[in-house]
């Protein structure tokens, strides 16, 4: 082992969930460090943001940033299923708060957070690996690895695990817990869309559900620039078995998304097809002695309603707020500040995302069997993000809700 640092906070991850802890932190003037296995601007997928992220980075003084940065202008999701499209429209939501958000180039998103934290004060390093950890109640040890493989030990008072798909403080310290959803696959790539924007609504995700198989869908997400981000989800085997590799799989699934195949007639690839394999995940507990996680190295739930970013934001304020309290020597109780809180908007999208895959959520979409008008408004504003509003059925009583909605829809 080489040199020994110490800092307040190490935080695991520049992405955003990584990225809006340090910046606050380092704001509130402690010492902050962030460790960065890649080197930035990186590729991510997860493009599509909420109004409720905008909210966020608007509350701790991140939004003019991310507003500068000239993304595309986002206002809703829109759906198609064989010939039926309909849209929901983010500004009619119930909740106060920004009604519209972006569709963003992730590499260039999380880029302007990460640079964000450096400007307040965060010390950040890329090229290097957290590889292992230890804590108790006074603190956190953590070996980090350089791309020469030179370690050294860092010792902090808190650590922050913002790893992402990475999920290395669940790896470390055996925290790992199965999702309860089944194991899905998903295959996208960037195109140069050269498509006639009169023809679909450049401001919207479009959300497509494959007529033969309600269980695989497909997105499309415009970004600035001419460019657009498309890909699949699905149940693992059947994504598995569309190709040889993933840029077969893609183009042999796509054609039944006839709207978006349609608008993407004259597309070009803009980067090879990727792929992810078992993406939802979950963890045992979201904090110990010294540490809590954060954003994806907690759990992921689905791509389906473009959650992902909003919870790792969301995580990152409410950890970032209880830390400052502890080291200023307050107790903090990190189960019902912190985990109990959190989940309130989680369990919100992991009941929409359960309905959407058993179908009833893909009805309520399409047939709106609400008649109060207020009840659409409270739909519109889970899906804008506003997962936190307790004074929203669909999250005080998210399964009930839409089991409820979902008698309404006309009988098949
Ligand atoms: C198919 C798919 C589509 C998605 N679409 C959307 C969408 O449209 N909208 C949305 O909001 N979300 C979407 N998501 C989810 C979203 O991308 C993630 O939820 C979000 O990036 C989580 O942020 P994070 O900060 O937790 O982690 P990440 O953004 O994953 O960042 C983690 C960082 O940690 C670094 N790291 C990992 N291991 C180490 C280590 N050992 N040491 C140091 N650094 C390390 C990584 O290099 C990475 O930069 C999608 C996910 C999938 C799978």
Redesign the pocket.
């Known amino acids: 082992m080489g040199t020994t640092e110490t800092c307040d906070i190490a935080i695991?991850?520049?992405?955003?969930?990584?990225?809006v802890s340090a910046a606050l932190l380092a704001e509130k003037g402690w010492s902050v460090r962030v460790?960065?296995?890649?080197h930035?601007p990186?590729f991510?997928?997860?493009?599509?943001?909420?109004c409720q992220?905008m909210q966020l980075l608007e509350d701790v003084g991140l939004y003019e940033d991310i507003a500068a940065a000239g993304f595309q202008y986002k206002d809703g999701a829109a759906f198609a299923w064989g010939d039926r499209y309909t849209d929901i429209y983010f500004p009619n939501k119930s909740a106060p708060g920004q009604g519209t958000t972006f569709q963003v180039r992730?590499e260039i998103f999380?880029d302007v957070l990460i640079g964000a934290a450096r400007k307040r004060g965060a010390q950040v390093s890329f090229g290097?690996?957290?590889?292992a950890f230890s804590s108790d109640a006074a603190g956190a040890v953590l070996t980090?690895r350089d791309e020469r493989g030179a370690e050294k030990e860092v010792r902090a008072r808190f650590c922050l695990d913002?790893?992402?798909?990475?999920?290395?403080l669940p790896r470390l310290l055996n925290l790992e817990q199965s999702s309860t959803f089944d194991k899905r696959r998903?295959v996208?790539r960037h195109v140069y869309d050269h498509a006639d924007n009169t023809s679909f609504d450049r401001n919207k995700?479009l959300v497509t559900i494959n007529p033969d198989a309600p269980q695989i869908w497909y997105?499309m997400?415009p970004l600035a620039d001419g460019l657009t981000?498309v890909?699949v989800?699905g149940p693992d085997a059947d994504i598995e078995a569309a190709g040889a590799n993933a840029e077969e799989r893609l183009d042999t699934l796509l054609p039944r998304a006839a709207l978006m195949h349609r608008v993407l007639a004259k597309a070009e690839s803009a980067r090879p097809a990727g792929e992810?394999i078992g993406?939802s995940a979950n963890v045992k507990s979201l904090s110990g002695p010294s540490y809590a996680l954060?954003?994806?190295?907690?759990e992921?739930l689905?791509?389906v309603f473009?959650?992902?970013?909003?919870?790792?934001?969301k995580?990152?304020v409410l950890a970032a707020g209880l830390v400052d309290r502890q080291l200023r020597g307050e107790a903090v109780d990190w189960e019902t500040e912190f985990a109990a809180e959190l989940k309130v908007g989680v369990e919100a999208f992991r009941a929409c995302v359960a309905a959407w895959y058993d179908g009833s959520l893909q009805r309520i979409i399409f047939d709106r069997p609400m008649e109060d008008a207020k009840m659409t408004a409270y739909l519109t504003s889970v899906l804008a993000g506003y997962a936190w509003d307790k004074s929203n059925p669909f999250v005080r009583e998210p399964t009930r809700t839409l089991r409820l909605i979902h008698g309404f829809c006309a009988q098949e």
Request: negative net charge; proline residues 3%; charged residues 15%.
């Open positions: 695991i991850g520049a992405g955003p969930s990584g990225a460790f960065e296995r890649q930035f990186r991510s997928i997860g493009e599509s943001m909420l992220t992730r999380d290097d690996s957290v590889i980090v913002g790893s992402g798909f990475g999920r290395i998903s996208f995700i997105w997400i981000s890909g989800v992810i993406f954060l954003g994806n190295a907690a992921f689905d791509p473009s959650s992902g970013v909003t919870i790792a934001m995580s990152a």
